[in-house]
Every structure is written in C-alpha cells, then in structure tokens.
Nanobody, 116 residues
C-alpha cells in the first residue's frame, strides 16, 4: 500500500518561511520522481516543483529562487523549503510521486496560509 504523508503546513506572514515534508512508504522511493503540487482557493491545481530520482530539480516560475526541493532516499522523504512566502502562495500543498511524466500517487494535502 502506497502512502504519501505531508507535514509542516501552517500559517505565516508574508516574507516568512515554511518547510514541508513528505514521507513515502510502499514504493521504491529512489526510483520515483517526487513533486509538490498546490491548489489555491477557488483555483485548479498547479505545479510547484519536481525532483527526479537522479536529483534534477524543476520549479514553477512563480516560486523559482524562493522554494527549494530536496530528497533523502535513505529516509524516503522529500522536502520543500519555502522562503519569502507571499499571499499568493496560499494553497493546499500536495506531495506526489510517479515513475513517468505524470504523478501516480498523491498525499492528502497540507494547508499553507500566508497573510499580508
């Protein structure tokens, strides 16, 4: 049974930082691409960041330079460090994993709220 469990969401003022973590189980973690996708209130889900099994990273233009994704294959975890947060970063953040271009597995989501 595959499980992706996020933690680390919360409320912060603009300019602040949060660190999201995702613990994976039931998959060969090192073989999976992992990513973060968010859903702002009233909007569709949008890509935030992805890290390949190789370690290559990708970011949405809106978060480039502010967010950093990393992974620990020994612990089967992926982390999203979010700095200089803006109100427009407010969303439910989902951890996701997959072996192809699409993500096959999703976490339950964690709320991030940034106040101005």
């Amino acid at each position: 049974q595959v499980q992706l469990v996020e933690s680390g969401g919360g409320s912060v003022q603009a300019g602040g930082s949060l660190r999201l973590s995702c613990a994976a189980s039931g998959i060969t973690f090192s073989s999976y691409d992992m990513g973060w996708i968010r859903q702002p209130p009233g909007k569709e889900r949008e890509f935030v960041s992805r890290i390949r099994g190789s370690g290559n990273t990708y970011y949405a233009n809106s978060v480039k330079g502010r967010f950093a994704i990393s992974r620990d294959n020994a612990k089967s975890t992926v982390t999203l460090q979010m700095n200089d947060l803006k109100p427009e970063d407010t969303a439910v953040y989902y951890c996701a994993g997959g072996v192809g271009e699409s993500f096959d597995y999703w976490g339950q989501g964690t709320q991030v709220t940034v106040s101005s």
